[in-house]
């Protein structure tokens, strides 16, 4: 199957879950994640006018996108993976969304980095829904605090929040704690579905769904 062919079908069953949830499709936006996909991948799917990537790591996203994105003035880029202090600077002069804050260290080094380049980034919080020890992320119950601090304290631009539900389980419960979470602190932006869960994601309010395979085929 073509690139282009997984885009036009992924945004297909994504209008459809969007209309039987009673949201407009438009409210849905399709994140491409090109992470450890080939150039000819990548360039397939711009090829095929998709506009909106996720990256979960900053150098691969570096190589991928310093150069491309001269071409693509309308291009949007997400980081979609655990952002280390020591890469802040490179993350906020490449990426336009930043999806992961998930502790006070990183939201004030990147509140310091965005004002010194002049580049207040929309940016998501990740909450740690199934409460997993290796997974990144905010407690549920610890959100609306650290919100406060991001927003009121650290004049952070948050939109949203963001989680990766736990593998093995039903991801229907973590996405409506999102949401919960989300409309309590009035936050628009839900990000959440991925290959395996999206049309799910969708019916339960996701804004932006993160889909790699289901796009580019297995990761190389
Ligand atoms: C890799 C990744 C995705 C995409 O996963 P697929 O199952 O390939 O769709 C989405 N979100 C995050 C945070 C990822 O790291």
Same mark, same amino acid.
């Given at each position: 199957?073509?690139?282009?062919?997984?885009?036009?079908?992924?945004?297909?069953?994504?209008?459809r879950a969007a209309q039987k949830a009673g949201?407009?499709?438009?409210?849905?936006?399709?994140?491409?994640?090109?992470?450890?996909?080939?150039?000819?991948?990548?360039?397939?799917?711009?090829?095929?006018?998709?506009?909106?990537?996720?990256?979960?790591?900053?150098?691969?996203?570096?190589?991928?996108?310093?150069?491309?994105?001269?071409?693509?003035?309308?291009?949007?880029?997400?980081?979609?993976?655990?952002?280390?202090?020591?890469?802040?600077?490179?993350?906020?002069?490449?990426?336009?969304?930043?999806?992961?804050?998930?502790?006070?260290?990183?939201?004030?080094?990147?509140?310091?980095?965005?004002?010194?380049?002049?580049?207040?980034?929309?940016?998501?919080?990740?909450?740690?829904?199934?409460?997993?020890?290796?997974?990144?992320?905010? @407690?549920? /119950?610890?959100? %609306?605090? =650290?919100?406060? &601090?991001?927003?009121?304290?650290?004049? !952070?631009?948050?939109?949203? $929040?963001?989680?990766?539900?736990?593998? @093995?389980? /039903?991801?229907? %419960?973590? =996405?409506?704690? &999102?949401?919960?979470?989300?409309?309590? !602190?009035?936050?628009?932006? $839900?990000?959440?579905?991925?290959?395996?869960?999206?049309?799910?994601?969708?019916g339960?309010?996701?804004?932006?769904?993160?889909?790699?395979?289901?796009?580019?085929?297995?990761?190389?």
């Open positions: 199957m073509s690139i282009a062919f997984n885009i036009t079908v992924t945004k297909d069953v994504i209008a949201r407009s499709p438009a409210a849905v936006r399709l994140i491409a994640v090109s992470k450890n996909q080939d150039d000819a991948r990548i360039d397939a799917a711009l090829a095929a006018g998709q506009r909106i990537f996720g990256e979960n790591k900053v150098q691969e996203a570096q190589a991928h996108w310093e150069k491309r994105r001269l071409s693509y003035p309308d291009l949007e880029l997400h980081l979609i993976g655990p952002l280390q202090t020591n890469k802040v600077r490179a993350a906020v002069a490449l990426f336009d969304v930043i999806q992961t804050i998930d502790r006070p260290e990183l939201a004030e080094k990147l509140a310091a980095e965005m004002k010194r380049q002049g580049r207040l980034l929309p940016c998501l919080i990740q909450v740690n829904t199934g409460l997993e020890p290796q997974k990144a992320g905010i @407690a549920p /119950d610890h959100v %609306p605090a =650290f919100c406060a &601090l991001c927003r009121d304290m650290l004049g !952070l631009d948050i939109r949203g $929040l963001m989680c990766i539900p736990p593998v @093995a389980q /039903d991801p229907a %419960p973590h =996405f409506d704690r &999102l949401q919960e979470l989300a409309q309590q !602190l009035g936050l628009p932006e $839900l990000s959440m579905g991925m290959s395996a869960d999206y049309e799910d994601a969708v339960h309010g996701a804004t932006y769904v993160r889909i790699g395979t289901a796009l580019f085929g297995e990761r190389v």
